[in-house]
DNA sequence: GATCCACGGGAATACACGGATG
DNA sequence: CATCCGTGTATTCCCGTGGATC
């Protein structure tokens, strides 16, 4: 850093950065009203879903495709819209000319991270049925279950149950969701979101319909890029040419090229620039891994391991240098008051459910005993950073 | 009183290495 | 030379506990 930049510095340090307007807008864990660029996969989903506009129910499904393709994005806008349009508010609406005119569908939308146990698959469905609160604790699962079957038991009550993120770790495997949420017969049908084919399924356990949702065209990516910049980002701060280079870098991968958006401005913001510079967008795009572990899944951890995880990204390349170091770093750092012992418990879990990963020592001439092994981020550091902060005050 | 879940904490096991053993 | 053994770390595993909630 020259004097010249230096002093360009101070000179600003008392003013905001205009680059970026809004976080949530370029973050790769928000979703829009209407996606860009997934016409075709859209009406294939209508298509699926035709029989909810008579009162039916279509056959349970299995929606998949790669990382970032935007399924989430596209059930989640659907859903919303759904339930706003059909069965909202439960009032009127209905009058159709339609011979056998029947109550529309529930549509509820599960987030298989958040509910990562059968409790919770239960409480997160009945929650989005029903209109006050739904206890969380306290309750049995098999108090739960009954509670949801009695919930669609009227002939008239049914839901379209979608349950995105299926067969993650520690998510529930697309298989087994048969076996969960099979409690209220045939007035229940079951929409899971997942990344494996479905080919790759347990054996018996692929719904009868499959929607596939392909990989983003650059072109396309490009489209997402620019409207997500349009809305977050200050005119003029990101070249055409930038949004192109993140969309050919990040290999159709939506959630990746909005990281790697989202990191270069925070960068550009930290940095004090004007507009993101190539520099800015090179720091981005350092700051996510390939293939990287989606931003979400980090976000919905257990608030302590995301207390660790903070921290960890704080670490400088010594202290990642062994789990012990990292555990020492972390258990020292302000804000923790968790004992070294879980933190460390921690760091090996993180690891083993590939949030991070363990590199072994490539020699072990130093000392005697195992090598330790140094610890890696799989996941968009930058990105995280700034999110957890921002929710963190 | 019940239920679920995250924590703590430590026991058990794995691994790496040098040196002893067969 | 192939194995086994002891020592020192690293890693995995597991279960009791306590808070929060109903």
Known sequence: MDLKERIRRRQHSGEESRVVLDYDAISPVAHVEEPTGRGPVLERLLDYLEPVFDGGLPPNAYVWGPSGAGKSAVV??????????????????????????????????????????????????????????????????????????????????????????????????????????????????????????????????????????????????VDVLTNRVSEGLARGTVEHEQTRRLAAWANGDAHDALAGLFGAADVAVAERHDRIYERDLEAGMEGVPRPSVSTGRVLTLPENRQRVLRRLVDLDSEALRSVDAATEAIAASPGIDLSAATIKRFLYELAEDGITERVASPRATEGVGRPPSRIEPLFPTIVFRRLYDLRHG
């Open 76 to 221: 989640t806008a659907l859903f919303e819209h759904l339930s706003r349009l059909l069965s909202g508010g439960g009032t009127v609406i209905h009058t159709t000319t339609r011979a056998q005119s029947r109550p529309t569908p529930s549509f509820v939308y599960v987030d298989a991270r958040r509910a990562d146990t059968d409790v919770g698959l239960y409480h997160a469905v009945l929650d989005g049925l029903t209109e006050g609160s739904v206890p969380k604790h306290g309750v049995g699962t098999e108090t739960m279950r009954s509670r949801l079957a009695e919930r669609l038991a009227p002939a008239e009550a049914s839901a379209v149950v979608a349950v995105d993120h299926v067969g993650e770790p520690g998510t529930v495997a697309p298989g087994d969701l048969a076996g969960t949420l099979d409690v209220a017969g045939d007035s229940l049908a079951r929409v899971a979101v997942g990344r494996s084919p479905p080919g790759e399924l347990a054996e018996g356990a692929s719904p009868p319909e499959h929607i596939r949702v392909p990989p983003y065209e650059d072109h396309t990516l």
